[in-house]
Structures are given as structure tokens and as C-alpha cells.
């Protein structure tokens, strides 16, 4: 890293001047993304501890709540995040060959499934909803408390299960919209020619960021959808 | 300790002295190492002044020094945490047979309740000589409840009981503080401590006309309908709840807890997910339909219940399960 | 004095370009650390303000200044502020902004537009802020605790909720573009072992701000929907334990401390060296202090509720644990004394407030012996001595290594000296005030008197006079240094390119630098603090 280019123009467009080369401003990036989704990790870290503590006390209610939201959905909504992770994974490649079309396909195709998932959740929601299991001053459960006489469940710890779906889901949605913001970007950035196969390092550090709210989800998807899925004796 | 200008309050507790004890150990050691550093800085200071001509040396350092003045103050650290252990542990663990009094905190007042009966509002008084033991809830926010001439404090918790005990030793009036800010008039929840000495406080005791709490305790329980499932048999559809206080007791949900204040009190405001094996959840929630006060006084009922009688049974059939699960 | 120059003016980052947009719109960190400056001192001020507005109602036992709810809210404000909207940016903020690359020979951050949106999420943050504290403010203390911030304070718990998480993500950017630089952008030959130990300190800062800030977004995150939406978390009407809340805040709050202190020690190392002209005794150990400071930081939240409610044996762990992170703390300042040991030293304004660091911190950190003491907590918790020993840190230590930076580093930022005889009035003057301030508040704290009172019994009086006294000569101390610094920048000795024949990359370019920090990217090839071949002052001039 000897050479200086201070003063001397640089004739590379998407050398930043600060960066003496190429390959120290990719790395530079990747580890400053790696980094974000470090304190990412973090932040959604207190609500799986306090998510941990509360179904470690109220084991009973968490496992009926998890059985009251919909199987079906949610693990359809698993596969689409699972197959937009390997259409970005596929256009990171794409763009390395340099196949700018494939690389427009790929990304809208992810955009797609994002689009997709979130409707999903939307459909989740709305059942929620007209099921009284929002919380608030509205929330009912005294259906899942008949559905499971033998097991005592205390609607006030029931509504702390859900309490905690919509927060965690609902700041994983979140995270997704940001997330199909950056593709928009990207995909117009795509089709006006700015990435090439010596620099795409926009789309790489973007499908990190996407690889990490895919893998949010495959966190929450067992935690809140796949609690004690077996018959109650 | 200077009359004019205290440094520390009046000791009225035994515990009192112990923590004055390692604060002015504590003192002795900052004013000594404050001492030892400053000086140190401004003799270097002023013999290594800038002179023209005269150059610094430079050193390194020295990990004979380093790991000297890690170790040394490490351990320093570790007499200081053994020694501050030794009495936090004491002043956790209330003494067997400590006299209790039932406290409620809300915002701004304490409410408090002896077990003989009198109820006092921001006041309290003990007998010199005699380890009385606080069972404090709060009504709303946190609060904490705080005695520096005692030198104690205990946070007190809205939704489960917290505990705190001392022994008083000098007759007096003293400060009582709320120390954990709870809104509005938090400077203005504070009140009086008044020790007395056993004789006075037994007539201050007889002079107030009085109910005994666990008396109190079973008036209420027979009026909201507790003894018709909380049977002192085993025909009961609650469990029996004689001898049940400090026992182990089997959950539906396959865990074992002790029956303690924190777990009556939870089950009398909503027993839905602890409920004892073998029962129904038919229980009703009390929740907002009992105050903190009449919670305590169930809950002191209850207690006493494990001293009237001994409760075992020895004989054991299908019908007996329920009592035999409760001891 | 100022010379009015015959060339025409060499051009830097200051005079490079004119203009709010190129102010407002800059990715020259050191444009952003100036426009950082202005932004946290006017915090200061108001945070400031409103202590002495606590410091006058406590003048007398009664509450009659102002209403308890708007006491309840002043403290409440002034903890905000100063600690989300000061201290935690400043350092970093602004002398690390600046100095983080010339320091390491880099011509900018890694990420300058991050940087940049990293000050205007602090702005965007400080007007939501400023409109809460505006439209009623809010009371629940610093620390929010539940249920009383969930479902009992009638004021801006939401608003003042947001404005701080916004603040936050602030301090993550700005300590992800310091690891990213530090890590990626060093000159050649830059070795770790040879960075300054203000990098160190940076460095160990920045991993704190990353870790532990987003737990406090969440927390406050879930503060603000249960407000919003009735929901039990924290609420043990509805099911929920308010200790959770109590763990969660602390989890970040008590690192966030560090984040506020370990910038200072940074500092504090750079003045000590060249003032004593003499590499740091035990480089290896101070830097390594920082980072175990940062490390074990993160295992000691819990100090914060010895009386919360935790178990014996949690408490028991937490008390050990915060034994064990004093021990670092004790060896920098070991090491600090010694280095002046044989060394050649002055007594500048810098050196001045690096030394009333060291004996302000040690005293604040020996108090911190007495909190960690599990049955002396006990009685001096929620009392006046924590507010003490809090406050020797973070003033007595962290505002004191702030403004030792700000006298070391003025004239490699404004190319002028500032009035060093004025400074040294300063510095004394906010020594003097504050041990005046905060000393009395141990004595008071063990007698008794608990925080976050608005009136007090009547033998408490004596104390808090003094303490009122302090606190109105603490204020001019501070008030000096602005006057004076902005009197040095059209009026102050124009600076050399190193005043202070100092150690460091940021003094091999000039006073202010240009714009690209360095005409040629340095190589280097020397240990950090070269004091062995720097020519001593007497040989260099001060100013022109």
C-alpha cells in the first residue's frame, strides 16, 4: 500500500479518494457491513432475551400461542426468504460475470419474493387481528384458553407471547422494507451501468444485509411458530 | 463521630456499626492512596520540572511494576468484596422468628401493618432489642425503602413481595426515605422510624385497639369464599392450605416451587399457570378485586395456618392426593 | 499577536471552501467534527443550565423555586442531555472525528457520508428532543424505569424515548467508521503496537458503541410500544417483571459509561507523554487496559440493582465482577504517574487538565470501591454519593480530558493558540469549583440524603450550600474557555505546524491541516511517542 494518490487524479470512478486502492475500500466496506449487522445482531438480541426469559416462565402459554398462529403461512414465508436469498446470492454472481440483464432479473425476482413475504405477514396479521389476539385493550384469548382446558393458561402471559410475536416480527417487517428500499436502489444503480465486474461491491455489502434478515427470520420461525408442535397430551 | 458536622447518622441498628466499619476502612484506604498518588505527581512534577538543557529518559516501563500494581490492588479489591460480601449476606438473610410487618408502598405514602394489628401511615414503630422483619409491595410504581440510621434499603416492587430486616438498638426517631424516584411527590414520601425501648413500645401496642392481621386474614377469607374450596380436609376443590406455608408444592406444569409469600400472593391474584397438580384452573382471579392490604392479610392467615396445626395426614388413597400433594 | 499576513493565506480545511452548504453538506471529518462542536456545546449549555436551576432549589430545604414536577423534570433533563447528547459524543465526536485520521495518517474516515448522516441523526435527534423538552418534557428520571415511564408519567416519555434512539444510532455509526479506519486505513508501517494510544482508547470506545448501544435502542423500543400500546412486558399488572427493563437498560448504560470515560484516558495519554516529553510507561499495559476495561464493562450491569431486588448470589457475582474492572482503571493511572518519573515537565493548560483528570478520576474510581462493597451500597445506593462518584468520573474526569483535548488539540484545529495564561485561570478555576460541587455530595450521600429530591430535611442544608457554591464557580470555569476560544480565533498567536514539539502524525502536517490532511501519506517507521527524537520545545517556536 505503498502508493500515494494524493493529488493525482484518480482515474478509477468508483475509487472513493480517501481509499489508496480498490481492494482496501472493498474491504473496508464488507467489514463496516459485517460490523452493522454485528450491532443488528445485538439489537434484536434483547427482545430474543427477553423473548428467552418470558417462555422459559410461561412455557404453557407460549407453546398454545405458537399453535394459534398459522403453520401454513409461516413456513411457506420461510421458502420465499429462503429463495431470495439465492436469487441475491445469484445476482452477487451475476454481477461478477458482468451479466447486467440476469443481474435486473435476479434482483426484481427478489424484490418479489420480499414483496411476497411481507403480504404474507400482512394476511398473519389481519388474522390476529380479527382472532382478538392483538394486544392491548382489545386482546381476548379466551379462545385459546378453551382450546386447552387441561392446561390453565393465563391470559395476561398469553398476551406477553403475543406481545412479543408482533414486536419481533413486526421489527423483522421492518427490517424487510428497509431491505426492499436498498434493492430498489441497487437495481436501478444496476440498470444505470454503475456496477461492473471490478466493481459491485454496493450489491455484495446489500445482499449481506439481506442474508442477515433472512436469517432473522429463520431464528423467529421456530421460535414463535414452531413451539411444542406436538399433539398436547 | 462530631456532633456539629456528622459524618455519618446516628447508629441505631445493630448492623449499624458493621457497615460504618468497612466505609471508614474504605475512607482510610482512598485518603491514603489520594494522598499517596498526589503527592507522587507533584514531587515528580517539581523534580522533573522542564530545565533547560536537561533531557527526559526515556524508560520503557517495567512489568516487574506492572503486574505489582495489579496483583497488589486486586487483592486489596478482593478483602474489600470478601468483607462487603460477609455483610450483605447478613443483611439478606432475616433471623427465624423475626417479628413481621407488612408494608405497602403507592404513590406518596407508606402504608404499614403489624402483625398484632395497628396500622400506621408513614410511621413505624419497633421495640429496641427484637429483629423485625419487612414484608414490602408496592400499589403502583418501584419504590424503595430506605433507613440510614440503619443503614438499610430494599427496593419495593409492585407485583411481589420484597424483604428487608434490622434489629434496632437505640430508642429514637429516625428518618425513613423513599429512595427510588416515583414520581411527583417522591421527596415528600418520608417518614418516621420510632424505636422504643420494650416496655414503652408494648403500651404503645396495647393502647391502640386492634385486629390481629391473620385474624383479619380469616374474616376476609371466609367472607370472599376462599374456605369453601380451600377446605381443611380433603373435600376441598382447592387445595388444603393447612401447613402449606414454606412446603415444596408440585405444579400442573411439572415444576416444583416453595410455597412462599411470592407464590400465595401470585396465586390469590391469578393462579393461572401455577396452579397445583391435580387441580382444576376453577379458581377466580382476584386481581383488582383486593387491595394490597387485604392481600397481606390473607396472606398472613395462610401463614399462620402452617403454625395452629400440624397437618399431616398419613394415610394415603386417590381422595387424599391433593392434601398429600401440598406437604 | 495576530499577524496580518503579507502572502496570501495558505489554504486548509477551514478557508478551502466558504459557505453553509459546503459546511452543511461537507464529508471532511474534520468540517463534521467542528459542526459536532458547535452542536454539543449548545446541548452543554442547556444541560447545564438546568443543573444549576437543580443546584439553586437545593439551596434550601424547601421546594420553592419550582414545582416538584418540574424539578422531577429537570433532573431528568439534564441527565439526558448531558449524557446522550454531551458525553458520549464528545471525544469521539469531536476529537475523534478530527484527529482519528491524521493520527493514523488517513485523508478521511472510511465512510465520510456515513459520518456525515451520523451528525444529522444527532441533529435530527437533538430537534425531537428539544421539541419534547419544549412541549412539557419528561420526568421519570434518566434511567425510565418501569412501570412508572410505562403507565404512570403523564409526560414525553414516547418523544424523549425516540429522540434518544435516534442519538444512539448516531454513536454506532460513528464507532463503525472508527473500527473500519482504524483497522483498514493506517499509513504504511502503522503497526498496532505503534499507534498512539488515543487510537486505543478510540478503538476499545468503539467496540463498546457498537455492542452495546443497540440494546438500548430495543429496550427503549419496547418501552415506547408499551406505552403506546398497553402491552405487559415491564408491567407486573400485566404479567410482565420491570426488572427485565431494569437488566436491559443497564446492560448498555453501564458500558456506556466506559464510552464516556475511555476517550478521556486517550486523551489523557497523548498529554502526559508530551508534556513529560516521554514515552507512556508501560505502553503495552495501558493499551491493553483499554480493551480489558471495554471487555469486562460489559459483565458488571447488575451493580446497578443490588437492592433491585436480584438474588444474593447474583449480587454477589456482579460485586466480584466490578472488582474486577476497577483493576485496569488503577493501572493506567499508575502508569500515567510514572511516566512523569525522569520526564522533562510543563505545566500547560493540557497538562493542567490532565492532571486534574488523574486525581479527580482516581477519587471518583476509589468511590467506586465503596459502591461495588455489597453491604456499603446497601445504604449509600439512590443516594447522594452515587450522584458524587458519577460525577468525579464524568466531570471530574471525562469533561476535564475533553477540554485538556480541546486546549492540546485547538491549535492543530484553528491554527491559533489560545490565551495560555486565561487557560490556566480556566483550569484551575473548574478544578476548584467542582471539588466545591461534588464533594460535599459523598458526605451527604452517606448521611443520608437520597437523589432526585426536590426538598430535603433541614440538616442537609450546610452540605448542599457549599455544593450550590461550587457549582456557580464551576459554571464560569467553563464559560472562560468558550469566551476565550473564540476570542483566540480571529484574535490568538497563530499556531506552528507543533506547538508542543508533540509526538503523532497530526503534527507533521500543518496548523489548520488541508483538506486531505497530508500532502504526502506519511510512511512511518518509528515507535509510537518518539520523544527520544523530537527536539525539545525550548528549541521550536510557539507561535509565529
Known amino acids: ?233 | 463521630m462530631f456532633d456539629n458536622f456528622p459524618l455519618w447518622p446516628a447508629r441505631a441498628s445493630a448492623g449499624a456499626a458493621n457497615v460504618d466499619a468497612l466505609y471508614i476502612f474504605l475512607v482510610v484506604l482512598s485518603v491514603f492512596m489520594c494522598i499517596a498518588i498526589f503527592a507522587v505527581i507533584i514531587f515528580f512534577g517539581i523534580k522533573f520540572r522542564r530545565r533547560p538543557g536537561v533531557r527526559a529518559e526515556q524508560i520503557e516501563g517495567s512489568n516487574v511494576l506492572e503486574i505489582g500494581w495489579s496483583i497488589i490492588p486486586f487483592f486489596v479489591f478482593l478483602f474489600i468484596f470478601g468483607w462487603g460480601s460477609f455483610i450483605y449476606f447478613q443483611e439478606r438473610t432475616p433471623p427465624r422468628d423475626s417479628r413481621e410487618v407488612y408494608v405497602v408502598a403507592k404513590q406518596w405514602m407508606w402504608k404499614l401493618q403489624h402483625e398484632e394489628g395497628p396500622r400506621e401511615i408513614n410511621e413505624l414503630h419497633v421495640p429496641t432489642g427484637e429483629d423485625v422483619k419487612l414484608i414490602l409491595t408496592s400499589q403502583d410504581v418501584i419504590h424503595s425503602f430506605y433507613v440510614p440510621a440503619f443503614r438499610i434499603k430494599q427496593d419495593v416492587l409492585p407485583g411481589r413481595y420484597t424483604t428487608v430486616w434490622f434489629r434496632a438498638t437505640k430508642p429514637g426517631t429516625y428518618h425513613l426515605f423513599c429512595a427510588e424516584y416515583c414520581g411527583t411527590n417522591h421527596s415528600g414520601m418520608i417518614g418516621d422510624i420510632v424505636v422504643m425501648d420494650p416496655a414503652n413500645y408494648a403500651a404503645w401496642l396495647g393502647g391502640a385497639p386492634s385486629v390481629p392481621l391473620a385474624d383479619s386474614g380469616q374474616k376476609l377469607f371466609t367472607q370472599m369464599g376462599c374456605s369453601t374450596c380451600h377446605r381443611s380436609d380433603t373435600q376441598g376443590r382447592g387445595p388444603n392450605l393447612v401447613g402449606l406455608f414454606g412446603k415444596p408444592v408440585a405444579l400442573e406444569d411439572g415444576r416444583t416451587v416453595t410455597a412462599d409469600e411470592n407464590y400465595i400472593r401470585q396465586c390469590i391474584l391469578n393462579s393461572r399457570g401455577q396452579t397445583v397438580k391435580g387441580f382444576p384452573p376453577i379458581m377466580p382471579v382476584f386481581q383488582g378485586l383486593l387491595s394490597e392490604e387485604q392481600v397481606n392479610e390473607l396472606v398472613a392467615y395462610i401463614k399462620a395456618l402452617g403454625a395452629l396445626q400440624p397437618a399431616k395426614t398419613t394415610t394415603a388413597s386417590a381422595a387424599d392426593s391433593a392434601e398429600a400433594k401440598v406437604q | ?544
Open chain 3, 1 to 544: 499577536m495576530a499577524t496580518t499576513a503579507v502572502t496570501p493565506e495558505r489554504e486548509h480545511y477551514l478557508n478551502q471552501q466558504y459557505g453553509i452548504r459546503s459546511w452543511l453538506l461537507t464529508t471532511d471529518h474534520k468540517r463534521i467534527a467542528l459542526l459536532y462542536l458547535i452542536s454539543i456545546t449548545f446541548f452543554f449549555f442547556i444541560g447545564g443550565f438546568f443543573a444549576l436551576l437543580i443546584r439553586l432549589e437545593l439551596l434550601t430545604p424547601m421546594g420553592d423555586l419550582v414545582q416538584a414536577d418540574t424539578y422531577n423534570k429537570l433532573f431528568t433533563m439534564h441527565g439526558q442531555i448531558m449524557i446522550f447528547f454531551f458525553l458520549i459524543p464528545s471525544i469521539p465526536a469531536v476529537l475523534g472525528n478530527f484527529l482519528v485520521p491524521l493520527m493514523i495518517g488517513a485523508k478521511d474516515l472510511a465512510f465520510p457520508r456515513v459520518n456525515l448522516l451520523s451528525w444529522y441523526l444527532y441533529i435530527i435527534a437533538g430537534g425531537l428532543y428539544l421539541h419534547c423538552l419544549l412541549t412539557g418534557g419528561v420526568d421519570t428520571g434518566w434511567t425510565f424505569y418501569t412501570p412508572f415511564s410505562t403507565a404512570f408519567s403523564n409526560t414525553k416519555v414516547i418523544e424523549a424515548g425516540l429522540a434518544i434512539f435516534i442519538v444512539g444510532f448516531s454513536s454506532i455509526l460513528t464507532g463503525l467508521n472508527f473500527v473500519v479506519t482504524i483497522h483498514r486505513m493506517r499509513a504504511p508501517g502503522l503497526t498496532w503496537s505503534r499507534l498512539p494510544l488515543f487510537i486505543w482508547s478510540h478503538y476499545a470506545t468503539s467496540i463498546i458503541m457498537l455492542l452495546g448501544t443497540p440494546v438500548l435502542a430495543i429496550t427503549l423500543v419496547l418501552v415506547v410500544l408499551e406505552r403506546a400500546f398497553h402491552l405487559g412486558i415491564f408491567d407486573p399488572k400485566l404479567g410482565g417483571d420491570p426488572l427485565l427493563f431494569q437488566h436491559l437498560f443497564w446492560f448498555y448504560s453501564h458500558p456506556a459509561v466506559y464510552i464516556m470515560i475511555l476517550p478521556s484516558m486517550g486523551v489523557v495519554s497523548e498529554i502526559v507523554t508530551c508534556f513529560s516529553r516521554k514515552r507512556v510507561f508501560g505502553y503495552a499495559f495501558v493499551a491493553m487496559a483499554s480493551i480489558m476495561i471495554a471487555v469486562i464493562g460489559f459483565l458488571v450491569w447488575a451493580h446497578h440493582m443490588f437492592v433491585a431486588g436480584i438474588s444474593l448470589y447474583s449480587a454477589l457475582v456482579f460485586s466480584f465482577l466490578s472488582y474486577l474492572v476497577a483493576v485496569p482503571s488503577a493501572i493506567k493511572v499508575f502508569n500515567w504517574t510514572a511516566t512523569m518519573y525522569k520526564g522533562s515537565v510543563r505545566f500547560t493548560t493540557p497538562m493542567l487538565y490532565a492532571l486534574g483528570f488523574i486525581g479527580l478520576f482516581t477519587m471518583g474510581g476509589l468511590t467506586g470501591l465503596f459502591l461495588a462493597a455489597l453491604g456499603i451500597d446497601v445504604h449509600v445506593t439512590d443516594t447522594y454519593f452515587v450522584v458524587a462518584h458519577f460525577h468525579y468520573i464524568m466531570v471530574g474526569g471525562a469533561v476535564m480530558g475533553y477540554l485538556g483535548g480541546m486546549h492540546y488539540w485547538w491549535p492543530k484545529i484553528s491554527g491559533r493558540m489560545y490565551p495560555e495564561f486565561l487557560g490556566k485561570i480556566a483550569a484551575v478555576t473548574v478544578f476548584v469549583g467542582f471539588n466545591l460541587t461534588f464533594f460535599p455530595q459523598f458526605i451527604l450521600g452517606y448521611l443520608g440524603m437520597p437523589r432526585r429530591y426536590w426538598q430535603y430535611p433541614p440538616e442537609f442544608q450546610v452540605l448542599n450550600v457549599f455544593s450550590t457554591a461550587g457549582a456557580t464557580v464551576l459554571a464560569v470555569g467553563y464559560v472562560l474557555p468558550m469566551v476565550y476560544f473564540l476570542w483566540s480565533m480571529r484574535y490568538g498567536a497563530v499556531a506552528t505546524d507543533n506547538p508542543w514539539a508533540a509526538s503523532g502524525l497530526e503534527w507533521k502536517t500543518t496548523s489548520p491541516p488541508p483538506t486531505f490532511n497530508f500532502d504526502e501519506t506519511p510512511e512511518v517507521t518509528w515507535e509510537a511517542y518518539d520523544y527520544a527524537n523530537i527536539p525539545a520545545p525550548e528549541e521550536v517556536p510557539v507561535g509565529r
Open chain 1, 1 to 233: 500500500m505503498a502508493d500515494s494518490t494524493v493529488g493525482v487524479e484518480s482515474h478509477d470512478p468508483a475509487l472513493r479518494h480517501h481509499f489508496a486502492t480498490r481492494e482496501q475500500q472493498r474491504e473496508a466496506s464488507s467489514l463496516g457491513m459485517w460490523l452493522f449487522l454485528g450491532t443488528e445482531i445485538m439489537f434484536f438480541g434483547g427482545m430474543f432475551c427477553a423473548y428467552l426469559i418470558y417462555r422459559y416462565w410461561y412455557y404453557n402459554e407460549f407453546a398454545a400461542g405458537s399453535r394459534s398462529i398459522s403453520i401454513k403461512w409461516g413456513t411457506i414465508n420461510t421458502i420465499v426468504l429462503i429463495c431470495s436469498s439465492l436469487t441475491v446470492a445469484l445476482s452477487v454472481r451475476a454481477a461478477q460475470m458482468g451479466k447486467r440483464k440476469l443481474v435486473l432479473l435476479l434482483l426484481s425476482l427478489t424484490m418479489l419474493f420480499g414483496v411476497a413475504f411481507l403480504g404474507i405477514k400482512g394476511i398473519e396479521w389481519y388474522e390476529k387481528f380479527q382472532e382478538h389476539h392483538v394486544p392491548g385493550q382489545s386482546f381476548d384469548a379466551s379462545d385459546i384458553v378453551r382450546e386447552y382446558p387441561q392446561i390453565h393458561i393465563n391470559q395476561q402471559h398469553e398476551q406477553i407471547y403475543f406481545s412479543l410475536y408482533f414486536a419481533m416480527t413486526g421489527l423483522h417487517a421492518l427490517h424487510m422494507i428497509i431491505g426492499l428500499g436498498i434493492f430498489l436502489y441497487l437495481t436501478f444503480h444496476t440498470w444505470k451501468g454503475t456496477y461492473t465486474p471490478e466493481y459491485y461491491t454496493p450489491l455484495e455489502i446489500g445482499g449481506l444485509y439481506w442474508h442477515f434478515v433472512d436469517i432473522v427470520w429463520i431464528y423467529l420461525y421456530p421460535l414463535l411458530y414452531l413451539i411444542d408442535r406436538k399433539p398436547l397430551g
